[in-house]
């Protein structure tokens, strides 16, 4: 009777996660974000968004352009596209520039902006933001602003502001791992989180005001001289920085590591549960933790993730998540093609 409780155990637990590859996907070239509403795939490969089915993963067709002319997109420095998916349309933006589509992907309005937009979405009547500046007396201090915008958008009210001051190395100015503040829309509820506060989503209603605190019980991850070692090794090989003209052999003088990195890497909420990426690692694949609304912890699990960056720079991912199906892009350089592989993990519904 004990040998078979230990196998049926043991059972069980292969149960839990389930990994298959279910589809080749040949129009991809360089994908970067995946999202899913239980019908269609949209991925985002440069400036274009490729749609497949969600029941057979059959290609269904394509929207959006990289360029300057009117409906139009082309990423950043060091940002990529970002894709909002809403009930009644889809959004494509860029630093400076955001495109509106149906959801067959047509295109609606564009809207050019001023100052650099980190991320955006829809809140009630208005718009919520987080817009990256610089500091008008101290140009070296970074300023990002979680703001409202009217529907014609105009600024309505300033909701946070966070200041990322510059990073001395060795008496000089050193370029640190960046952090950013991520925007989430739930129940008609603004969830707020911050890499530099790194505590707790703050939450707001429609009209701006901050209703409530949600506490993340997770902590940061030690930055160790190996995980260090991996970041420099990535950065000397990366076009992002070498944008910013930071030489191989002064990497290590130039670039500051925290002692930490955040708790939270990319948080996704959908359907009443937040799905955080960590940057915990083990065995190639990342960390996930699953909390409910009000931060209670269901489940925590390791994942893969084909990372875009090895430190992220915005709020894309290659993954997402459909209740208790996690898709994810990986790329199979021996066949040259993107692929989409598929885990089911359990969930304990009573929680």
């Not at 709020?315 to 790329?331: G, I, P, S, V, W």
Request: proline letters at 4%; one cysteine or more.
């Amino acid at each position: 009777m004990k040998t078979l409780f230990v196998f049926l155990s043991v059972l069980l637990c292969s149960m839990a996660l389930f990994s298959e590859k279910v589809a080749n996907l040949p129009e991809l070239n360089k994908p970067h974000a995946i999202e899913c509403d239980g019908e269609k795939f949209y991925i985002v490969d440069e400036a274009t968004v490729h749609m497949y089915s969600m029941k057979d993963f059959k290609y269904i067709g394509s929207f959006g352009k990289r360029g300057d002319g009117p409906m139009e997109l082309v990423p950043g420095r060091t940002t990529y596209i970002q894709l909002l998916l809403l009930k009644d349309k889809i959004i494509l933006f860029s630093e400076f520039k955001l495109v509106m589509y149906t959801r067959e992907g047509k295109p609606i309005d564009e809207k050019v902006f001023h100052n650099s937009i980190e991320f955006i979405v829809p809140f009630g009547k208005n718009y919520a933001i987080v817009q990256y500046d610089v500091d008008q007396k101290n140009p070296l201090i970074y300023l990002f602003t979680v703001m409202l915008l009217t529907p014609d958008f105009k600024t309505k009210k300033n909701l946070l502001s966070f200041e990322r001051a510059p990073i001395g190395v060795k008496n000089k100015l050193g370029f640190a791992i960046p952090q950013f503040t991520f925007l989430s829309l739930v129940n008609n509820l603004l969830y707020v989180f911050d890499q530099q506060h790194d505590k707790e989503f703050m939450i707001f209603n429609t009209e701006g005001k901050q209703i409530k605190k949600l506490k993340v019980p997770l902590q940061g991850l030690k930055i160790t001289e190996s995980i260090k070692n991996e970041i420099l090794d990535y950065m000397k090989k990366s076009r992002i920085y070498k944008s910013y003209g930071l030489k191989e052999e002064n990497l290590k003088e130039t670039v500051f590591f925290r002692e930490y990195f955040p708790s939270v890497r990319v948080p996704k909420i959908k359907d009443g549960i937040i799905y955080i990426q960590t940057y915990e690692k083990k065995d190639g694949k990342y960390r996930f933790v699953l909390l409910n609304l009000k931060g209670k912890i269901l489940k925590s699990l390791f994942l893969p993730v084909d990372v875009v960056d090895l430190v992220q720079w915005g709020q894309h991912t290659t993954y997402c998540f459909d209740k208790t199906n996690y898709y994810y892009l990986e790329d199979n350089a021996d066949a040259e093609t993107w692929e989409l592989h598929k885990e089911v993990f359990t969930l304990n519904p009573s929680k």
